[in-house]
């Protein structure tokens, strides 16, 4: 079974940045592609970057040229490095893994954190 804990959430102004990481309890094809996810108050949950085991990545429009995210084999971890942070970008931020390609789509992916929560003011 996989488990994914997310860290890194907080707080932080306008301009400023934040460093996401999402633990991986077993990696491997169920773990094939791992994407971050946010959700805010009142939406629904959107896409916002995703890596493969090619190393592929994709990012949401919103994100593009903010975000990057990234994977550290070796310590089982993905990171999602936010850079000038908008308010826009406040919500939960979830951690997910499905083991074909990767999806836009939330629904099709398999395993799910419990989210961190990021607040830009």
């Known amino acids: 079974h996989v488990q994914l804990v997310e860290s890194g959430g907080g707080s932080v102004q306008e301009g400023g940045s934040l460093r996401l990481s999402c633990e991986v309890s077993?990696?491997?094809?169920?773990?094939?592609?791992m994407g971050w996810f946010r959700q805010a108050p009142g939406k629904e949950r959107e896409g916002v970057a995703s890596?493969?085991?090619?190393?592929?990545?994709r990012y949401g429009d919103a994100v593009k040229g903010r975000f990057t995210i990234s994977k550290d084999i070796a310590k089982n971890t993905v990171h999602l490095q936010m850079n000038s942070l908008k308010t826009e970008d406040t919500g939960m931020y979830y951690c997910?893994?499905?083991?074909?390609?990767?999806?836009?789509?939330?629904?099709?992916?398999?395993?799910w954190g419990q989210g961190t929560q990021v607040t830009v003011s």
């Open positions: 890596i493969d085991n090619e190393g592929d990545t």
């Open positions: 997910a893994a499905r083991a074909q390609r990767c999806q836009q789509d939330p629904d099709e992916y398999n395993h």
């Open positions: 077993a990696v491997g094809q169920s773990t094939y592609c």
